[in-house]
């Protein structure tokens, strides 16, 4: 009969050409596209920030390294840095070059470390607008001297916005840590504008462009988690008493307590973000298996229905004249078509079709 070899054949021609097209397209070659910031560009960037001035002043690399070697009471800051200038402001600092080298990376992390002539205070901020680009910053701290490092170009030295009693170096370290909790906060609130924008979009749009968005924000907010949940425990050590910072006094610790608590509202507003982000991502694959799961269904049917008349046909065989028993072809594929029905009929009164 027509109904045994050639109906098996067209049934796995059907999966085929079903399947065919998504398993090419997943199988394709997707280039592995990583987000890295360009490196420095051009001569590097030094501005001088002078107590009771109105605002930073250029200066150049060559004044840099003569004030590093003997630091006045001055904020200095330095930027679009190049390799091979951070051994040259290592070698005029007199601190290990590694360690600079290590704070400029971008998978740095929040960090105090206490030298001889300098305290190194490394801290991360997100980069204004753009959620998965963090621009460390190195904090060199003396008595009198603060010196500010970043590989790219950054506009960190700012006026204090109020009047404050703070000696100069404790208003240019409390203004850099002001600026990374204030670009932290902005960055919580620009992802979870996103996150809103991901919930309200229909389920039907691409599942490819869905899971790299959300999986590039999983990982944003988890990098600022982490630096987050470090920059609390820093600044708690610090109003403590348990890490010291040169130019800061116990009337300063409060403040620092002050900021300690903030970062650490930021560190759970953005850990709430993440859960979110995380249950998009069990919900998306929720609903992609449940759309897997009723296609296999109804591909359970359709081989079914069409295994009933392959398995009469393979029995009988494709000529009756010389069969023992009196059935003819269209008594065959009568009750063929009988039973088939009726296995359809019992799918549908389980509601496989629904």
């Known amino acids: 009969m027509l109904w045994s070899a050639p109906a098996l054949r067209i049934l796995l021609l ?8 998504r398993i090419g397209h997943g199988l394709q070659h997707q280039p592995l596209i990583l987000v890295v910031a360009p490196p420095p560009a051009g001569p590097p960037q030094v501005t001088i920030l002078l107590p009771g001035a109105t605002g930073p002043c250029e200066t150049d690399w060559n004044q840099l390294l003569q004030w590093a070697a003997l630091p006045s009471g001055a904020w200095l800051h330095a930027s679009n840095l190049a390799p091979e200038r951070l051994n040259a402001i290592a070698s005029a600092l007199g601190v290990p070059h590694v360690m600079i080298e290590a704070a400029l990376q971008e998978s740095s992390f929040p960090r105090i470390e206490t030298g001889a002539r300098w305290t190194a205070l490394t801290v991360s901020l997100p980069v204004s607008g753009d959620g998965l680009h963090r621009d460390p910053v190195l904090l060199l701290v003396s008595e009198n001297s603060v010196l500010s490092l970043s590989t790219h ?4 030295q700012q006026l204090p916005t109020e009047s404050t009693d703070l000696g100069w170096v404790a208003h240019c370290v409390l203004q850099i840590i002001r600026l990374v909790l204030a670009r932290n906060e902005e960055f919580a609130g620009r992802l979870e504008r996103m996150v809103r924008q991901i919930e309200e979009a229909p389920v039907s749009g691409s599942p490819e462009g869905f899971f790299r968005q959300t999986f590039r924000l999983k990982r944003a907010l988890s990098t600022a988690k982490g630096d987050l949940w470090r920059l609390h425990g820093l600044l708690e050590m610090i109003a403590d008493g348990r890490r010291h910072l040169p130019g800061l006094g116990e009337s300063e610790r409060e403040t620092i307590d002050d900021m300690a608590e903030e970062a ?3 560190y759970e507003t953005v850990d ?9 991502i069990e ?3 929720d609903l992609a298996s449940h759309e897997t799961n009723r296609f296999m269904r109804l591909l359970a049917v359709v081989t079914t229905l069409a295994l009933i008349p392959s398995v009469v046909g393979g029995l009988l065989g494709m000529n009756l004249w010389d069969a023992p028993w009196s059935v003819t072809l269209g008594q065959v594929a009568f009750g063929s078509l009988v039973l088939t029905l009726a296995v359809l009929y019992t799918f549908m009164a389980k509601g496989w079709f629904r």
């Open 14 to 21: 059907f999966r085929v050409l079903l399947f065919g097209p």
């Open 153 to 156: 170009p950054l506009d960190l």
């Open 264 to 266: 650490d509202y930021l």
């Open 272 to 280: 709430l973000v993440r859960e979110s982000v995380l249950s998009l």
């Open 283 to 285: 919900l998306r694959l």
